[in-house]
């Protein structure tokens, strides 16, 4: 589904993104990007969301070399990825219910499928009760709750989470990761960023470990080693 | 393509209203950008209309001899009429004329009385001649100067006054002149400045939501899907601040109509703003609107990659 080929980024200061990285990840996989802050798990997210581009080497979604995707047909390329950020990014002036609805008015879907699977995607996170709440009157897990309703509303193929749980409390932290699993187990790849320990040991899954822009170690079943 | 549009706009409309805070900063200034462009088109009709009243009032007025034929004297005007300078040549009888001396002098006996004595009329008859500009009094006056030299001593021109007022006409055309030019300099200017400002302000707003635009980016949102509510929003800021601006004009123009009455020959700002409210709607409304909307979609494009 996605695969990086030798991509290398150097920013203009100098210092290096990534450095010769290759790396492929399959459909319907749940994969793991871990390190120490700098070593290249946000470049990397990056390079897939077309935020960056690579210095060498190609990124690859489907067949499609994703940086030669013309800047018009940009969106309909994000359209098949859900992101998720630590910081959350709600639209601040907009509901619980409007944030994720916006997801799919800008996929051009009609009111009536937008009220039935708004209210559904709402209902999984289970935030139904607090769909007008703007994001200030919401706690950290429920906004998270609202990021990841937003970016799975449109059933994309990809969700890309940079470090989901980073401003969550454990509790939180564990039903947000188990929403990442049920998403993940309806069949859609999950490329997750984190610094905890706990949630990589518990999810056994893939695991990509990288330093100083390079991997280090790629792992089917890891743990957290760093 | 209509869904999307109403969604646009319903968005720009609700962002508008939440943003109550931004939205009225944004207002305020426009407010204070509309009136200045009001100001600037009341300040322009007041010296337009003082110009005219100026321009007005300057003419070359030609005396005939007592002895004079009418039947002359409405053939010079024929003639004058005709004159593509010429745009209005208006003729005084000798009759007239006393009759307009003795109003003007009917608190002056003495005078008068030396009128009586005199038994016939001393006065010649009058051609006030009005140019279309004031440039062009002196081709005007020329021609009469050269018509009564060709006539000789059977001329029947006593006098043209041009030539007495002719440094007073000429400073008068560079003063309308310069006036107009230094008023579409400095209007042109301080529209400008308020219209930098203005989109400075909004600018501003829309930096503040400069996130907002890479999450919507990033959620597959288009350059028109992201630009289009922040442009309606512009629209709104424009349209609220053109009301706002209007309305205050009311007040203001009612106010000040005692001290313009001069300037437009006895009607006043006031009667002006009423008389031509339509024309100052479209002008106030349009440039907020315009300047609402273009400063949205270019300040937006500093944020979309």
């Known amino acids: ?226 | 393509m209509w869904v999307n549009t109403k969604r646009i706009f319903k968005a720009g409309f609700i962002a508008f209203c939440r943003n109550a805070f931004v939205s009225l900063s944004a207002v305020l200034i426009m407010v204070v950008t509309l009136f200045f462009i009001g100001c600037i088109i009341f300040s322009s009709a007041l010296l337009k209309s003082s110009l005219q009243t100026i321009r007005d009032k300057v003419d070359i007025n030609v005396y005939f001899v007592t002895n004079s034929q009418e039947s002359d004297i409405l053939l010079l005007k024929k003639t004058l009429e005709k004159m593509p300078e010429v745009s209005k040549v208006e003729y005084i009888s000798q009759d007239q004329a006393l009759d307009n001396f003795r109003k003007r002098h009917e608190n002056d006996q003495i005078t008068l009385q030396a009128l009586d004595e005199l038994g016939d009329n001393p006065l010649g008859a009058v051609l006030n001649v009005k140019a279309k500009e004031t440039s062009q009094y002196e081709s005007i006056a020329n021609f009469l100067n050269q018509q009564n030299l060709a006539q000789g001593d059977s001329s029947i021109i006593d006098k043209i006054n041009y030539y007495q007022n002719k440094d007073a006409i000429d400073r008068l055309t560079k003063l309308i002149d310069s006036g107009q030019k230094i008023g579409v300099v400095l209007a042109i200017i301080f529209a400008l400045i308020s219209i930098l400002i203005t989109f400075n302000t909004i600018r501003l707003a829309i930096f503040t939501a400069k996130d907002e635009i890479s999450v919507m980016q990033l959620v597959g949102a288009n350059h028109i899907y992201i630009r289009g509510p922040f442009m309606v929003g512009g629209i709104l800021y424009g349209l609220t601040a053109g009301i706002i601006t209007l309305i205050l004009f009311y007040p203001f123009t009612y106010w000040l109509n005692t001290y313009t009455e001069t300037f437009f020959a006895g009607d006043g700002i006031f009667t002006y703003y009423i008389h031509n409210f339509g024309q100052l709607f479209l002008i106030i409304i349009g440039s907020g609107i315009a300047i609402g909307a273009v400063s949205s979609f270019l300040a937006v494009r500093r944020h979309l990659n």
């Open chain 1, 1 to 226: 589904m996605i695969y990086f080929d030798n991509v290398s980024k150097i920013y203009d200061d100098d210092s290096v993104g990534l450095h010769g990285v290759t790396l492929k990840i399959e459909p319907k996989e749940f994969v793991s990007i871990v390190g120490h802050s700098g070593a290249g798990k946000t470049t990397l997210l990056k390079m897939i969301l077309a935020e960056e581009k690579p210095t060498e080497g190609k990124v690859f979604f489907e067949s499609t070399n994703i940086h030669d995707i013309r800047k018009k047909h940009m969106p309909d390329y994000r359209r098949h990825i859900g992101v998720i950020f630590q910081d959350f990014r709600l639209l601040p002036h907009k509901t619980a219910y409007e944030n994720i609805a916006f997801a799919m008015e800008v996929a051009g879907r009609d009111e009536e499928e937008i009220q039935a699977d708004v209210t559904h995607v709402l209902d999984l996170v289970g935030l139904s009760r607090k769909m007008w709440s703007f994001p200030h009157q919401l706690s950290g897990g429920e906004k998270q709750r609202v990021a990841i309703a937003r970016a799975i509303v449109n059933q994309p193929d990809l969700i890309i989470a940079d470090e989901p749980t980073g401003n969550l409390d454990p509790e939180n932290t564990f039903e947000v990761i188990q929403l990442f699993k049920k998403i993940n187990d309806l069949g859609t790849t999950v490329v997750l960023t984190t610094h905890n320990k706990g949630v990589i040991d518990s999810l056994n899954r893939r695991v990509i470990t990288m330093e100083a822009g390079k991997v280090v170690r790629d792992e089917v079943k890891g743990g957290y080693v760093l």
